[in-house]
């Protein structure tokens, strides 16, 4: 079965860690997304990436990093200098290039920092 | 302001239908989206509609666009408690050769059985 994968589901770091979120897709899809959801304010664009070896920043890049070495990966850096990194982190693809853009979401990472 | 705007709840009885609403601001946006999030889980697509179009059905949900005001409607018929999520509307953005979605904040749904 073709789809996303995001691992792993729960992740709890100390402060001043940086963490990788991992996120593979199987759909061939070119693009893919990072989203940060806080309770009451919808999906945020962190990074995404239209082909292997680029990417560009979102709305909310600052104290993440990301790259795409890959096709089919697209990790998440949550780097110290992210204010505050709790919240839910989701993964998307697409195959892009077109208007139509309807983007396949993963399961999501729940990331607490302590 | 935000682009994209939902009222964050609806709640309604099993069995009456569901009309979640949504207003957007970009006139020259080509597909408008509705996904669904169940608890703990990411966002499935529920529908969408071209910009062409003023309704589209799809067994129990119908949606409306009214472009002239730029608002966007999910009706839910004969709601189940199965249908308890959270409900974002989307918009397409172009720009520079990608395609970018904004969301809106998301509209929780909360069936009564």
């Known amino acids: 079965d073709g789809g996303i994968t995001q691992s792993p589901k729960y992740l709890f770091r100390k402060e001043g860690q940086n963490v990788t979120l991992s996120c593979e897709q199987n759909?061939?899809?070119?693009?893919m997304y990072w989203y940060r959801q806080d309770p009451g304010q919808g999906l945020r664009l962190i990074y995404y990436s239209q082909i292997v070896n680029d990417f560009q920043k979102g709305d909310i890049a600052e104290g993440y990093s990301v790259s795409r070495e890959k096709k089919e990966s697209f990790p998440l850096t949550v780097t110290s200098a992210q204010k505050n990194p709790t919240a839910f982190y989701l993964c998307?693809?697409?195959?892009?290039?077109?208007?139509?853009?309807?983007?396949?979401f993963g399961p999501g990472t729940r990331l607490t920092v302590l | 302001g935000e682009d994209v705007e939902q009222s964050l709840f609806l709640s309604v009885r099993e069995g009456d239908s569901s009309v979640i609403n949504c207003t957007y601001t970009?006139?020259?946006?080509?597909?408008l989206y509705w996904y669904k999030q169940e608890p703990g889980a990411g966002l499935q697509l529920l529908t969408y509609i071209f910009s062409n179009m003023d309704m589209k059905q799809d067994q129990r949900l119908t949606v409306l666009l009214n472009k002239k005001d730029k608002h966007l409607s999910l009706r839910i018929a004969d709601t189940q408690t199965g249908d308890s999520a959270i409900y974002f509307c989307?918009?397409?953005?172009?720009?520079?050769?990608?395609?970018?979605?904004?969301f809106g904040k998301g509209t929780k749904l909360s069936v009564i059985p």
């Open positions: 759909l061939n899809h070119d693009a």
């Open positions: 970009d006139s020259s946006s080509t597909y």
């Open positions: 998307a693809s697409t195959r892009g290039g077109s208007a139509y853009n309807e983007q396949f």
């Open positions: 989307a918009e397409i953005l172009s720009g520079a050769g990608s395609y970018q979605l904004t």
